[in-house]
T-cell receptor, first 114, second 113 residues
Framework: EPEVTQTPSHQVTQMGQEVILRCVPI?????FYWYRQILGQKVEFLVS????????KSEIFDDQFSVERPDGSNFTLKIRSTKLEDSAMYFC????????????FGPGTRLLVL | DQQVKQNSPSLSVQEGRISILNCDYT??????FLWYKKYPAEGPTFLIS?????DKNEDGRFTVFLNKSAKHLSLHIVPSQPGDSAVYFC????????????FGTGTRLQVFP
C-alpha cells in the first residue's frame, strides 16, 4: 500500500540553525501539506502546496519557513533560523485532489531545537 | 480559536463494548469531517470520513454520525478491541482551494480486556 515517507525521523539542532525536513508523498497525489504538533497540543496546519505553488499558509508559516518540491518525488520544509518554539513533530500529508479527498500522513519528523 | 473541540481527553472501554468518541465544531462552513487514529511516534492514520450531505457513514466496526444542527459528530467503534487503543483526532475542512484540516485536541481511548 502506498504511503507517505519522511526523513529524518528525529532531528536535533541548535537555535538559529537551518533545518530541512523531507517528505516523499504518495506518487499520484497532487496536493501536499505540512502540519505540526507541539507536544501536548493539537495538530496544526502550516502550509498547502499545489502545482509548485503555496496555495495557503497559516499564521505560523512566517518568513522563516519555506517549502519546495525540488524534483518529481520530494517535498521539503525548510526552517531558516530555528527557534526553541519550533520544537515539534512535523507531519507531511498528501492527497489526490480537491475537494475533500483523504489526506494521508507520514510518520513525522521530531524536531528538537536546543 | 478552537473551531473543533473534543471535550473528553480520555475514554476507557472494556473489550467487546462500544466506544463512542465525540467532537463538536463551531464553524458552520465545515462540510467534510474525518477521524484519524494516532499511535505514539507515528503519523495520524485515516479511519473514516463523512460529508455534510450525509448523517451517517459506516465502515466495518467504525461508524461516524453527523448532527449538523448541533454541530456535533461522533465515532462509534463496535466491538472495541485492545488494538483500538490510541489517540483519536476529529478533523474538519471546508470546501476551498486547499482542503486544510482543522484538528481537535484528541481523545485517548484505552480498551482493556
Amino acid at each position: 500500500e502506498p504511503e507517505v515517507t519522511q526523513t529524518p525521523s528525529h532531528q536535533v539542532t541548535q537555535m538559529g540553525q537551518e533545518v530541512i525536513l523531507r517528505c516523499v508523498p504518495i506518487s499520484n497525489h497532487l496536493y501536499f501539506y505540512w502540519y505540526r504538533q507541539i507536544l501536548g497540543q493539537k495538530v496544526e496546519f502550516l502550509v498547502s502546496f499545489y502545482n509548485n505553488e503555496i496555495s495557503e499558509k497559516s499564521e505560523i508559516f512566517d518568513d522563516q519557513f519555506s517549502v519546495e518540491r525540488p524534483d518529481g518525488s520530494n517535498f521539503t520544509l525548510k526552517i531558516r533560523s530555528t527557534k526553541l518554539e519550533d520544537s515539534a513533530m512535523y507531519f507531511c500529508a498528501s492527497s489526490e485532489g480537491l475537494p475533500h479527498t483523504t489526506q494521508y500522513f507520514g510518520p513525522g519528523t521530531r524536531l528538537l531545537v536546543l | 480559536d478552537q473551531q473543533v473541540k473534543q471535550n473528553s481527553p480520555s475514554l476507557s472501554v472494556q473489550e467487546g463494548r462500544i466506544s463512542i468518541l465525540n467532537c463538536d465544531y463551531t464553524n458552520s462552513m465545515f462540510d467534510y469531517f474525518l477521524w484519524y487514529k494516532k499511535y505514539p511516534a507515528e503519523g495520524p492514520t485515516f479511519l473514516i470520513s463523512i460529508s455534510s450531505i450525509k448523517d451517517k457513514n459506516e465502515d466495518g466496526r467504525f461508524t461516524v454520525f453527523l448532527n449538523k444542527s448541533a454541530k456535533h459528530l461522533s465515532l462509534h467503534i463496535v466491538p472495541s478491541q485492545p488494538g483500538d487503543s490510541a489517540v483519536y483526532f476529529c478533523a474538519a475542512s471546508e470546501a476551498s482551494d486547499t482542503d486544510k484540516l482543522i484538528f481537535g485536541t484528541g481523545t485517548r481511548l484505552q480498551v482493556f480486556p
